[in-house]
Nanobody, 121 residues
Framework: QFVESGGGLVQPGGSLRLSCTAP????????IGWFRQAPGKERERVSC???????VYSDSVRGRFTISRDEAKNTVYLQMTDVKSEDTSVYYC?????????????????WGQGTQVTVSS
C-alpha cells in the first residue's frame, strides 16, 4: 500500500510538495498516478508518470503541477505551485501495474490513505 505525505494548509498562489512511497514496492517499475477527490465529487487523475518516465497532467493542473520520480528514494513527488482554492482535496497515489498511465482511476491499485490539501487564505 502506498503512503502519501506532505499535505497541509497553503495560501492561494503558494506551493506544496506531496510525496508517495511504498515500502517494498519499486516505483520505477510501474506507472504511478496522483489522484484527488473532493467531497461529493468523483476521483480524478491529476498526474501520472509511466514506467518509462513519461508524465501526463490533467488540464486543470498542467503548467502548475509537476510529477517526478526519485528512484534512489523510491518516491514519487507531486510539486504543486500557484495553487488555487479548487485544488483543495484529498490527494492519493496509486499504481497501474501495466506501467501505463490510464486516465480512469479504475484499474489502479494499492491506494494509500491520502493526504489533505487545503488552499485557503
Amino acid at each position: 500500500q502506498f503512503v502519501e505525505s506532505g499535505g497541509g494548509l497553503v495560501q492561494p498562489g503558494g506551493s506544496l510538495r506531496l510525496s508517495c512511497t511504498a515500502p517494498g514496492f519499486t516505483v520505477a517499475k510501474y506507472a504511478i498516478g496522483w489522484f484527488r477527490q473532493a467531497p461529493g465529487k468523483e476521483r480524478e487523475r491529476v498526474s501520472c508518470i509511466s514506467e518509462g518516465g513519461s508524465s501526463v497532467y490533467s488540464d486543470s493542473v498542467r503548467g502548475r503541477f509537476t510529477i517526478s520520480r526519485d528512484e534512489a528514494k523510491n518516491t514519487v513527488y507531486l510539486q504543486m505551485t500557484d495553487v488555487k482554492s479548487e485544488d483543495t482535496s484529498v490527494y492519493y497515489c496509486a499504481t497501474h501495474v501495466t506501467g501505463i498511465c490510464y486516465d480512469n482511476y479504475v484499474g489502479y491499485d494499492y491506494w494509500g490513505q491520502g493526504t489533505q490539501v487545503t488552499v485557503s487564505s
